[in-house]
Every structure is written in C-alpha cells, then in structure tokens.
C-alpha cells in the first residue's frame, strides 16, 4: 500500500510525505514514491496520524454482553481511529486468570479489526481481599493490572501488588476513589450539585488515594498509573511527585477538560460518571496538566451501558459515557483548535505514551514501525448523534454538540479496517 500527500504527524514535526507499507510495516517515508501496483490512498489535504491508542476501555464481554461486546466495541474503535485499545477487567467473570485473558485474545483474532489488550484484575473477583494469578495473566497476554471500577482500599495488599507488579514488570492502573468519602454520592460536589438536589462527592475522595498510591510507589520505587484524572489538587499532587522524581504517569478523558459540572443541572443520566465532571477551576487544570506533561495519556474510560441502565432516577444510574468514538473529535475541536496541544503533542497524548506506558509495540510513525495509521481530516465538522453509534452504548451526554476532526481511514498492521 502507498499512502500518498498526507501531511503525515511524526514524533516532533508534521511533514508532508509519501507512506509505502509492505508486509504490516512502514517500510519508507518518502517525498513522491514511485507507483508499484500496490493500493493507493491520497490523502491530500488529510493527516495521517499514528493509530491511536486507547489504554482504558470497558468493552463488557464476557458477560454483559447486552452493554457492548469485543466486536461491537471494536467496530466503535477502529471508526474513532484506535489501532489498539485496552480493556478493563470488570466483566463477568472477571479478567483475574489466563483462562479469562486467553478468552479475550481469542475473540480479538475472530473479530479482527483492532488489537484488543486485556487489563488483569489486582485481586480475585475485584474484592480487595486476595492477589490475582498476575504471573499467569501476564504470560497470556495481559498489559497491565487494575482493580478498575474499585479502589483497593487495603493500603497494605496495594504494595504487595505493586510489589508484585514490578517484579513481572507490569504497571498497576490506580482508580482513585475512597468509598466511605463517597458516602453515596453521584455528581461533584458544588454549587451545581446543591442546585440540582443531587449528593455530591468531594474532590478529597481521589485525591487522598492518589497520594496514597504515589506514596506506596516511592517507598517501593516502582512505577504507577493513576486513571481518569478529574481533579486540580489530584494534578498538583502528581505534578509534585513528578518533580520530586517519583515514577509516576496519569490520564484523563475528553469529558474533564471539555465540560464543567453545570452540565448535570439537566438531570440527563449520561452525565453521570465516575469519577464526577468537576468545577471550572478543575478543567482548566486539567487542560494546564496535558500542556505542561503533568497528565501524560488522553484516554476515553469508555463505559458503554445499555439504556435501562441509565433509564432511572440519577441516583440510580449507572455511572459512564460512551466515548471512543468522540474522543479524537474532542481533542481536535477543544485541544489542537483551541491552541492547548499541537498534533504532534496529541499524538503523544494519544498514542505515543500509551504505548511506552504499557510496553506496546507502535504508537509512532517510523521507517520499520508497524503499520498502524489512522488518516483523518481535521476541517471537517461533523454533530454527535449517539443514535448512530456502532458500539452498543448510546449513553453520551453530548449529542448535539459539534466537533472537528473526522476519521477517514483506520489501518491496522497495513490493512485498512475502518473506511467512512
């Protein structure tokens, strides 16, 4: 295949170039490769990006099939432009053995369109209470592990997992919630919050588990990831740890830095998620955190649900957006169009840390990379419509809302998997 006129993002300059790809790798960057019979695409007037990467996901299978599952999921994947994603261990049963991991790379063959990393669990069933198989997960093909969805509240089985973890050198993924500060709440707690009648959660709820963590990280000397960073003391305290040479990394999703919490004052259940959208001040630190390198990766923490999950009262809702198919949108329109990051830095944010993070081969455009590529066009407007979705989840607060940046060809080791 050649990939011609692109204006192609590399690692620290977009450059317009020609792409050959033979056999699943970027063979040649060049200016006007000679034509050989291969398949063609111009993308004159498009960027080619690396594909992108999203490490953290709920794709729901095996067993709650009916919010989304591997191939619906991976199908809302490749036309958001995602080569590879990783999902979180919450199913049923929970990703905490080979077998469960095996199952998952199984179906990432049948379903073929992009490469599907499970995520192990820290303990048996979620529970807080006894360490997972992590040497067996690993060796089935497991990148991470992460009790997401839940903190593990015993601090001391956190630092025999981190413990664990850098012996098997894996990272632990750290979802930052203290239950009992929680106490039941469902949306940040503020101004918004008491306007709307709704019991808020306090930003001290994740930041104290993000101390926590660093804290266990430092003593130990091992590396963490913290998730879905939503807060602007939780940036302060990694900023901080960052400084002090401790090894830590952090994400956060579109829905932190685009929006503030008075979009819950509608009532809509698809606001809710977990951890909360915040307050102006948080969003502006958040967005502050991507441009100073303090929040490393852009992720979706995309929680697809079935509508009778959030068919109910806000309390009772479920908590989580459906977002993979949004989120190259949100960071055209709200981070490169608005002057916060450049391409290449989205494509770091995107692609390139993900895959350092986790060990994962691509997330750059290279001579020798693999073929991983994603081209889009970054002019064009296009309107959420969660009724036209390909995942399973229509769950999204933002319909309506208009953003740039259209997917136009999602390529995967050198085989086109998404066309719009």
């Known amino acids: 295949m050649i990939i011609r006129n692109g204006n192609v993002v590399l690692k620290n300059s977009v450059e317009k170039k020609d792409l050959l790809i033979e056999n699943g790798k970027i063979v040649q960057i060049a200016d006007n490769i000679p034509a050989n019979g291969s398949q063609e695409i111009d993308a004159a007037g498009r960027h080619i990006f690396p594909g992108l990467i999203d490490m953290h996901v709920h794709l729901r299978e095996p067993g709650f099939e009916r919010k989304e599952d591997i191939e619906s999921g991976a199908k809302a994947a490749v036309k958001g432009g995602f080569t590879q994603v990783c999902c979180m261990p919450n199913t049923n049963p929970v990703v905490d053995n080979k077998v469960v991991v095996t199952y998952i790379k199984a179906r990432e063959k049948e379903v073929n369109l992009c490469k599907i990393h499970p995520i192990g669990a820290i303990t048996k069933g979620l529970k807080g209470e006894e360490m997972a198989a992590i040497a067996g997960m690993k060796k089935a093909g497991a990148v991470a592990i992460s009790d997401d969805g839940v903190t593990v509240k015993n601090a001391r089985l956190m630092r025999l997992a981190m413990e664990y973890a850098k012996g098997f050198d894996i990272k632990c993924l750290c979802h930052c919630e203290d239950k009992d500060l929680v106490d039941g709440g469902s949306v940040h707690e503020g101004l918004s919050a008491t306007i709307a009648g709704l019991k808020g959660i306090p930003r001290a709820a994740e930041d104290v588990i993000i101390a926590r ?43 932190y830095y685009a929006v503030t919490d008075e979009i819950i004052r509608t009532y809509d259940t698809n606001t809710k998620v977990n951890p909360p959208i915040r307050e102006e001040i948080d969003k502006q630190a958040i967005l502050e955190g991507l441009k100073d390198g ?65 060990g994962l081969e691509g997330g750059e455009i290279k001579e020798g990379g693999v073929a991983d590529l994603m081209i889009a066009d970054l002019d064009e407007t296009w309107t959420i419509d969660p009724d036209h979705f390909v995942s399973k989840g229509k769950n999204n607060p933002f319909k309506g809302m208009q953003l740039q940046g259209v997917v136009k060809y999602t390529i995967v080791d050198g085989e086109i998997k998404y066309q719009a």
């Open 294 to 358: 303090t929040l490393d990766c852009i992720v979706t923490d995309h929680a697809p649900h079935h509508a009778d999950d959030k068919n109910v009262e806000y309390n009772q809702a479920a908590f989580g957006i459906s977002g993979i198919e949004t989120s190259f949108g949100f960071a055209i329109r709200y981070l490169y169009k608005a002057g916060v990051l450049s391409l290449n830095e989205i494509a770091y944010k995107m692609s390139y840390n993900p895959a350092q993070i986790l």
């Open 213 to 255: 963590e660093i804290s266990l990280a430092e003593e130990l000397n091992t590396a963490v990831h913290i998730c879905h960073v939503s807060t602007y003391s939780g940036v302060r305290i990694i900023r901080d740890a960052k400084k002090a040479g401790i090894k830590v990394t952090a994400e956060t999703c579109p829905h």
